[in-house]
């Protein structure tokens, strides 16, 4: 049985991204899935069973902490999304296949990855990306790249029966919400002007902030910022959003993302109204905005053509993007670079 090591990244429990989402559903195809957790600190105990086949082993403890409880089996791969983590490759995870899944440009914020992006590219056996503009950067740097894009939890953000909850705004008006980081990335002085411009509708913004000193967020009746949520929250505030919004702004790094929100927005039935980022085209209910004029014109247009058929293309189109067919798309690369040999 196939084992796959995270090594200590992001905290388990903190802004559910790609790595949580591939490592659950590697523990459902039958792989073992050991997410080395940074958040986790203690060492009393040391592994925690999340569900079958998926353990969290606390941050301070060793390899060996796993053998009292987990069937650790051959091959073993390390899934690397961190490039500095090259440093770990050949060391306590013993790994017969070093995997590297590049998320993000090593550019502007990320420019200090350069190098170990470099390195990586010599340790890994297979790469995959994050997006197709990843992909056309980096296909001829690896013999082995693939292009796998985020994906849907679409069965935790399906439509339901949700409470609003207790924080949320109760003024009048449409809401525009955004669920993630508030981090430098998004485009402050569009959010600022768009609420400006709409003072009928309301902008709803749930999240920790990322790196940013909270004065440089705009201010204004209709904008709310309601905080880090858990990701067992996340779908009833989702839930409470008229649109989707991802007001980035456009250059090197956001041009080459994938945002894993418009697939949760998209699976909790939701229209997305988002900057011009070359993933996001050619969607089922994704309206992209070239400018601030054009943000709230595709905010409108969300809203007015909005209908039971479109709900139903989006919630198809999640259900057909999910990290189930992620994981399964994976795999199978994976286990054909295991049959021939490579690691």
Same mark, same amino acid.
């Given at each position: ?67 009292? @409880? ?10 690397? @999304? ?34 170990? /992006? ?7 056996? #297979? /790469? ?19 292009? /796998? ?46 609420? %400006? ?8 913004? #749930? ?20 905080? %880090? ?5 996340? =779908?009833?505030? @989702? ?10 702004? #456009? ?12 697939? %949760? ?5 939701? =229209? ?5 980022? =070359? ?65």
């Amino acid at each position: 049985m196939t084992c796959v090591f995270y090594p200590p990244t992001i905290p388990w429990g903190k802004l559910t991204q790609r790595p949580q989402q591939l490592m659950k559903c590697f523990a459902e195809v039958g792989w073992t899935a050991v997410y080395h957790d940074i958040g986790m600190q203690r060492t009393d105990p040391p592994v925690v069973k999340v569900r079958s086949g998926l353990y969290l082993l606390s941050r301070y403890a060793r390899i060996e902490a796993l053998r009292d @409880t987990v069937s650790l089996t051959r091959p073993v791969i390390l899934w690397i @999304t961190y490039p500095p983590h090259s440093n770990l490759v050949g060391t306590m995870y013993e790994e017969d296949l070093v995997v590297f899944d590049i998320c993000d440009m090593p550019s502007e914020e990320f420019l200090s990855w350069k190098k170990w /992006v470099k390195e990586m590219f010599c340790k890994a056996s #297979v /790469v995959f990306t994050a997006s197709q503009v990843l992909y056309d950067a980096f296909s001829r740097s690896h013999p082995s790249v693939h292009c /796998v894009p985020n994906g849907a939890d679409w069965q935790h953000f399906a439509p339901a029966s949700r409470s609003v909850p207790a924080d949320f705004p109760r003024r009048a008006g449409r809401v525009a919400g955004y669920h993630g980081a508030l981090a430098s990335w998004l485009d402050w002085r569009l959010v600022r002007r768009v609420a %400006e411009a709409m003072p009928d509708w309301n902008f709803v913004f #749930v999240g920790p902030l990322l790196g940013l000193d909270p004065k440089w967020l705009p201010k204004r009746p209709n904008i709310f910022y309601l905080g %880090e949520k858990s990701y067992e929250e996340l =779908p009833c505030y @989702t839930a409470a959003f008229d649109v989707g919004m991802v007001p980035f702004e #456009v250059r090197e790094v956001t041009v080459a993302s994938d945002p894993i929100k418009v697939y %949760e927005y998209l699976a909790s039935g939701k =229209p997305v109204v988002a900057t011009n980022l =070359p993933a996001l085209a050619g969607r089922p209910g994704v309206y992209l905005a070239r400018n601030e004029e054009d943000f709230a014109a595709m905010l409108e247009k969300a809203v007015s053509e909005d209908s039971a058929a479109r709900r139903g293309e989006r919630l198809s189109f999640a259900r057909e993007n999910s990290w189930e067919n992620r994981a399964r798309k994976i795999t199978a690369i994976v286990n054909d670079v295991l049959r021939s040999g490579v690691g």
